[in-house]
């Protein structure tokens, strides 16, 4: 099925340390949504991003709409070890399409 | 808890045998999602409800495949005759369907072993 184009697939960094990952489609979307996934569990909802250009932040998150409604991208600040996981993008028109994932390691 | 709930959480079965999956959407919200997710790959659509209208299936969803929502609030799915390429997690979503407010809460997933 169609799937957006997510980067980098993997990030291993150390603790303290900035984190930016983004997504890119050939279609637009009406929203833009990050979400976390910890093995054996469901996504939970990181940030929902509603109009292009928006940019919001969800404590140490923040993240982008981009002006092309084709694009977003995610920036955690100061990593921390609890932020090990994997991280979708998904677009949404009714559906979500979701991207492949970046699973990010963090050492402390 | 007044999240999104799913069960069973895991399920193994035979190859051929049917099995269904039951979710409970958040109270309030009238949109209800089916996902599915192999290891290694985000989510994949399979279909959604408003209420207890599906309003759309994703071409992933064969013909062994059937959700029903009869009542606008749980929602269950079946997989007859069950093949080893059904092994995946299922996922379940709901939304409240308000102009501007379109954020899907999923639930923990179900699990699906195909032996």
């Known amino acids: 099925g169609q799937q957006l184009n997510q980067s980098p697939q993997s990030m291993f960094i150390q603790e303290g340390e900035d984190v930016s990952m983004n997504c890119t489609s050939s279609?637009?979307?009406?929203?833009w949504l990050w979400y976390k996934q910890d093995p054996g569990e469901g996504p939970v909802l990181l940030i929902a991003?509603?109009?292009?250009?928006e940019l919001t932040s969800n404590g140490r998150l923040t993240a982008q709409f981009g002006i092309t409604r084709k694009d977003s991208f995610l920036n955690i600040s100061a990593s921390i070890p609890s932020d090990v996981g994997i991280y979708f993008c998904?677009?949404?028109?009714?559906?979500?399409?979701f991207g492949e994932g970046t699973q990010l390691t963090v050492n402390p | 808890d007044t999240g999104v709930s799913q069960d069973p959480r895991h399920k193994i079965t035979k190859r051929g045998q049917n099995v269904t999956f039951r979710c409970d959407p958040i109270?309030?919200?009238?949109?209800l999602y089916w996902y599915r997710q192999t290891l290694g790959q985000g989510p994949e659509f399979l279909t959604y409800?408003?209420?207890?209208?599906?309003?759309?299936k994703s071409r992933l969803l064969s013909d062994r495949f059937s959700a029903e929502r009869p009542k606008g609030s749980f929602s269950t799915l079946e997989i007859q005759r069950t093949e080893q390429g059904d092994s995946a997690m299922y996922l379940c979503?709901?939304?409240?369907?308000?102009?501007?407010?379109?954020?899907?809460?999923f639930g923990p997933g179900t699990r699906l072993t195909v032996t």
């Open positions: 279609s637009i979307f009406n929203t």
């Open positions: 409800f408003q209420n207890e209208a599906q309003l759309e």
């Open positions: 998904a677009g949404q028109l009714t559906r979500l399409t």
């Open positions: 991003l509603y109009k292009a250009g």
């Open positions: 109270s309030e919200h009238n949109r």
């Open positions: 979503a709901s939304s409240p369907y308000v102009q501007g407010v379109h954020e899907q809460y």
